[in-house]
């Protein structure tokens, strides 16, 4: 049991917990929740060890084994699949050990645990993660060092995931993934075996993964049994029944006074009005549920309603080379009042795809058609850097207005969500939340006709992201959303257009059918390279056999390694006597054996099937 008890945390002079304590049981499942900078993170790493609290205790049982997310994504020559694999200590080592072993009673040993620890199937249990997290089986080959940042932090994820520890600690994991690892992590999270905490803002992954919620507000932690939308219900209600209670004890408050006030004078009444003095002093103020007012969000509507469609594609290819478009066959329309939500895999051409939209690549063939005075604006996570560390929301603002009085500047910065003393802080001490919801007030600062957002709702806590999806329901442009957030995406989008297959096309079922498709593909034992927008099995393409080759070549060296450990155990099981001088010793052997050749087979098995593929994608 994770035990947390009277518990106050001090970060830098402020508290952000006060005197809290929660009772976490083996096999939970709990979303930890709360606004933005009140200290989730900072709970983690007490709980890691690396921070000392201020008072109270985080207790764990002993031989509890805590995983979370790097801090640094791994970067080296080393496969995916290697990494991965690797972060399993306990397997790497005993796996080590026995190719080095030569006594048959530790070669048991070595041989027994790691049927313990299901060590044989590790492979395909770690492709299986990284394919769920969007990697193929040609990437899984593939060195770290050749993926950007974001690709190798969900190398990390995979390994946190794999590890399978104890205590699962994440901090926001979507952030690092598209919808379609983000509805493969909600699916594995309700299925993780052991307890998890995670961190989040995604109300989907709250409400389909976890079974408890654990709630940090105003320094104090409140553990709620059932999903979000129960744990709403039970807060509204319990808001409510504070209110009643803070009103009960005013009133009570009040007449206490009123009576020391009428009688503290009247010295036959002085022992009395002590009395009531010493009540009022024992009366506990109840602490009433204050509401964080969300600041909403809002985007200026266009001067004109233009022509329909405000873009026509037909026939497009595009991309950043000639001879290799990243997409090719693009016919599309989109109209004034359009909500376009964008599916699909990273890597498959939704960059490219708005990049297009934006005007910002020019098609290499087709034909893309404008409406006349198009005004666009674009929102992408990556724009955040691009922000003026040293300037502050009114610096920004001005800029835009030039020589506008600056009454007019202040009251747009306070539109945006920077009134007072807010317009003046440098963009530099801003939280990655205000940093979003300034530039998107810049983005759409002159009223578009459409609006592009690409993964918006990072940074974002949940009340802001209901903000957010307000503000895009009541915008009467144009509307593209690329995102993970399967909430804003049923909230707000009208039609669903899936970029696969070098092409985009119409989706014509709802997001529960989409991921039903998605967790059917990626749940699949074999990971293949298959788009989401068909479940058609396809052949293997030619230039995948660099791929078949080393798998087959791996099976090769597995087999070589196992029938090796068999040939040990054998020559132990030979020795005189063995089964009646150490019976134990001699069934422990055996059982080894059994699991070995099991593990032969499944290797022969994956190399038949191997060389059948490469042989096919030759043929």
């Known amino acids: 049991m994770l035990s947390i008890t009277d518990l106050s945390i001090r970060l830098a002079g402020r508290l952000l917990i006060d005197q809290s304590s929660v009772q976490i049981t083996p096999g939970s499942r709990v979303g930890l929740v709360g606004r933005n900078g ?145 509805l493969w992590l909600e699916d594995h999270l309700a299925h993780y075996p052991r307890t998890v905490i995670v961190i989040s803002h995604d109300r989907d992954l709250l409400e389909s993964s976890v079974d408890q919620i654990l709630h940090l507000e105003r320094g104090k932690l409140t553990l709620y049994k059932g999903t979000y939308s129960s744990f709403e219900e039970q807060r509204a209600a319990r808001e409510l029944l504070d209110a009643k209670q803070v009103k009960r004890q005013e009133a009570e408050r009040a007449r206490l006074q009123a009576f020391v006030d009428r009688f503290k004078a009247k010295a036959s009444k002085a022992r009395q009005a002590q009395s009531r003095v010493k009540m009022l002093e024992r009366l506990k103020p109840i602490t009433a549920l204050v509401t964080e007012d969300v600041r909403e969000i809002s985007f200026p509507a266009p001067e004109k309603i233009l022509s329909p469609p405000i873009i026509a594609a037909d026939n497009v290819s595009v991309g950043y080379d000639p001879a290799s478009p ?77 020589d506008a009085p600056e009454a007019k500047v202040r009251a747009r910065a306070g539109a945006i969500g920077f009134s007072g003393k807010a317009a003046d802080t440098k963009a530099g001490k801003l939280s990655g939340g205000e940093k979003a919801r300034l530039l998107l007030g810049l983005a759409t600062f002159f009223g578009p006709n459409m609006i592009i957002l690409d993964e918006p709702t990072n940074h974002l806590d949940i009340d802001s992201r209901a903000a957010l999806a307000e503000a895009i329901n009541e915008f009467p442009g144009a509307v593209i959303m690329v995102s993970h957030d399967r909430y804003l995406i049923e909230a707000c989008a009208e039609r669903l257009w899936i970029v696969a297959d070098r092409t985009v096309t119409n989706y014509d079922g ?57 040939s040990k155990i054998d020559t132990a099981l030979a020795l005189p006597d063995i089964f009646t001088r150490d019976p134990k010793q001699a069934a422990q052997l055996s059982k080894a054996r059994a699991n070995a050749a099991d593990a032969l087979a499944r290797a022969e098995e994956q190399w038949l099937e191997a060389s059948a593929q490469f042989d096919e994608a030759a043929g």
């Open 38 to 182: 009140t200290g989730k993170s900072t709970l983690f790493k007490v709980i890691r060890g690396e921070l000392a609290a201020e008072h109270g205790s985080v207790t764990l049982p002993p031989r509890w084994r805590v995983g979370s997310l790097a801090q640094e994504a791994p970067n080296g020559p080393e496969s995916l699949i290697s990494v991965v694999l690797k972060a399993d200590l306990e397997r790497d080592a005993l796996l080590a050990e026995a190719e080095r072993a030569i006594d048959p009673h530790r070669i048991a040993e070595i041989q027994t645990r790691l049927v313990d620890i299901d060590a044989h199937s590790a492979p395909s249990r770690a492709a299986a993660i990284l394919s769920g997290l969007g990697f193929s089986a040609a990437d899984q080959e593939r060195p770290c060092a050749e993926f950007s940042g974001g690709w190798r932090m969900r190398v990390a994820l995979a390994a946190t995931l794999f590890a399978a520890p104890d205590l699962l600690l994440l901090d926001e994991p979507t952030n690092y993934l598209d919808l379609e690892g983000t």
């Open 510 to 566: 709802d997001l529960d059918e989409y991921r039903r498709l998605v967790l059917s593909t990626r749940n699949a034992d074999d990971p293949r390279e298959r788009s989401p927008a068909s479940e058609k099995p396809q052949r293997p393409r030619s230039d995948n056999r660099g791929s078949l080759k080393k798998r087959i070549a791996e099976a090769e060296a597995e087999i070589a390694r196992v029938s090796e450990i068999i």
């Open 326 to 402: 990243v997409l090719n066959r693009v016919t599309l329309r989109i109209d004034n009042d359009d909500r376009i939500a964008l599916l699909g895999a990273n890597g498959n051409g939704k960059s490219t795809l708005v990049k297009l939209l934006a005007g910002r690549l020019a098609p290499f063939s087709g034909r893309v058609t404008r409406a006349d005075k198009l005004s666009i604006a674009y929102f992408a996570q990556h724009q955040l850097d691009e922000l003026n560390e040293d300037a502050s929301a009114y610096d920004h603002v001005r800029k835009l207005m030039g």
